[in-house]
């Protein structure tokens, strides 16, 4: 091995969590911080939680709904606009392009 390429290790880094868990790990670093570890990780406890520093998931459910709304929205126009359609095409008994007359 080469000489003075490798960085230091530190054999008791202090790692901290956001949820308030500490513990010591081998790292190159003293000290670390997470923001989720084995204590609070949803996959272990079992609860549903997000984890989301920066408003992601949030913004993400607000654009589901407005989906969710617009999707509701087109499928009416799109049920109207075949009712039209079928109506302009539907071909009409003579008793009733008779009647269209007068």
Request: glycine residues 6%.
């Amino acid at each position: 091995m080469k000489a003075n390429i490798h960085p230091q290790w530190y054999n008791d880094c202090k790692v901290t969590c956001a949820c308030g868990n500490t513990f010591t790990v081998g790292a190159t670093k003293p000290e670390l911080r997470v923001e989720i570890c084995g204590r609070c990780h949803p996959f272990f406890t079992g609860e549903m939680k997000f984890v989301d520093t920066m408003g992601r998931v949030e913004r993400f459910q607000k654009k589901q709904k407005a989906a969710v709304v617009t999707a509701a929205v087109l499928a009416d126009k799109k049920k109207k606009k075949k009712e039209r359609e079928e109506s302009l095409r539907s071909p009409k008994s003579l008793k009733e392009m008779l009647m269209g007359l007068k």
